[in-house]
């Protein structure tokens, strides 16, 4: 997946000589937030610019009918030919890799009761065992390509629930690789209520990488990331504790938010506590909830408008707030994603960490193999994984945002109705639109 090469030019009068051309394929006019103009985009040829509508037009013209450009700026003919000469090169094709990192969900025990919480139907009390772990562990470790080796612990449930199979497994990576001389990270997401001083202490002398889930605003925190027996519970003042702690321990976290219909609008102010509350804080990632209650139109339109605000805010201050669609615009790829290897309390291995229990309505979709005393590989199942991570709508076809979005993600796709999917494929479309416009000003701001 290669990195886009962004050109963005106003169209300026002066043209002295008319090109022909044959027509090209792989150029899409994108109605503009830019004086009412249009993006060209060309994101297999690595290619946008923005051009009025009457140059558009001709454009459009001369690449789908094979007409004349007429006499209008040297620099319209310039990026015209620049299209014309440019081969198409789509992403290379990626398939499921399952040997150089591995995701643990050590169990669906969690201490909160998170409104959003796509795990709320998986609960149970199963537990991975370390024989599991070492299993897994061994695998990763003796792949035989150079990449440093990942392994990442996350929900289902709060994984510091687990803390003695938490540490175990560490302690146990660190001994192996060590033995082994291979490089690797290590990266932990979590609530944070379950931290202390003896903990993030400890996570620090094995350098893991911590995320905290956490939406900021205490009202916020505590409305939608409650615990569920104790009313009278304060998540947002434990939570906050702890990531006082890591920054003082020199561990500034991560911070992922959920943003639901009650923050949507909050999202600058969410940055703002971040730079007046933590200012060690520099990596923030606000992502769109996915819920089937929510009335998605009027949302997502909050969604577009309050994040790209925020996101200016955040970038004045310093810090780095992403967004996966946002996110996806700086790379051209063929599939949302690559798939993972994670390993579930029950020693199934699934595709993607959301499926994280038999009792998801999907997990047969995404589940291809398990863990006994070796890895144990559903080669019929794997291929139909690959297959559903690969394959985008049909509808995709002729849509710009296909290299981008890459057909949603694959989980996604399968949860929403027909109805809701629309709705979201609409939402796509136009944050990434949003932020290919963004990177035109960005250009034009800095060349003018």
Not at 13 to 39: A, R
Not at 415 to 437: G, H, P, V, W
């Amino acid at each position: 997946m290669d990195t886009l090469l962004y050109v963005a030019l106003y169209m300026q009068k002066g043209l002295e000589k008319m090109i022909t051309s044959t027509p090209t394929q792989d150029v899409y006019f994108i109605p503009s937030s830019i004086e009412n103009g249009f993006l060209v985009y060309s994101p297999l040829r690595k290619m946008l610019f923005w051009a009025n509508s009457s140059a558009s037009e001709a454009i459009n013209a001369h690449l789908n009918n094979g007409l004349d450009l007429p006499i209008e700026n040297t620099k319209l003919v310039e990026n015209v030919n620049k299209i014309n000469k440019k081969n198409i090169a789509p992403p290379r094709e990626q398939r499921l890799k399952i040997g150089d990192r591995a995701v643990f969900i050590l169990s669906q025990k969690c201490n909160l009761s998170c409104t959003y919480c796509y795990a709320q139907v998986s609960r149970s009390p199963d537990t991975i065992n370390e024989k599991q772990l070492a299993t897994v562990i061994n695998y990763i470790l003796s792949s035989p390509s150079n990449k440093e080796k990942e392994f990442s612990f996350l929900g289902g449930g709060e994984p510091t629930i687990t803390w003695d199979i938490f540490t175990n497994a560490i302690e146990y990576i660190k001994k192996e690789a060590t033995k082994r001389k291979v490089k690797y990270s290590i990266g932990l997401t979590t609530n944070a209520t379950l931290l202390n001083d003896e903990r993030v202490s400890w996570l620090k002398q094995y350098h893991v990488d911590v995320g905290v889930s956490f939406d900021i605003l205490p009202e916020i925190q505590n409305a939608q990331r409650c615990f569920p027996y104790e009313s009278d519970k304060n998540s947002f003042d434990i939570v906050n504790s702890c990531i006082q702690l890591l920054i003082a321990y020199k561990m500034p976290p991560r911070i992922r938010s959920t943003i639901t219909p009650l923050n949507v609008c909050l999202m600058e102010e969410m940055v703002a506590y971040v730079v007046n509350n933590y200012p060690d804080i520099k990596k923030l990632h606000f992502e769109h909830v996915t819920d089937l209650q929510l009335h998605q139109n009027e949302y997502y339109d909050n969604f577009i408008s309050n994040f790209f605000i925020a996101r200016d805010y955040a970038r004045e201050n310093g810090i780095y707030l992403r967004n996966s669609l946002v996110r996806s615009v700086n790379r051209i790829k063929g599939r949302f994603c690559n798939g993972e290897f994670c390993v579930l309390p029950t020693g199934e291995i699934v595709s993607c960490h959301r499926v994280s229990s038999q009792k998801d309505r999907l997990f047969n979709e995404f589940m291809y193999g398990h863990i006994n005393d070796t890895i144990n590989i559903n080669e019929k199942a794997f291929h139909t994984v690959n297959e559903n991570i690969h394959n985008k709508p049909s509808e995709c076809s002729n849509c710009f945002a296909q290299w981008h979005c890459a057909g949603i993600c694959p989980y996604i796709r399968k949860f929403l109705n027909s109805a809701q999917l629309s709705d979201y494929c609409e939402f796509a479309k136009k944050m990434i639109t949003r932020e290919l416009d963004s990177k035109v000003i960005k250009f034009l701001h800095i060349t003018n």
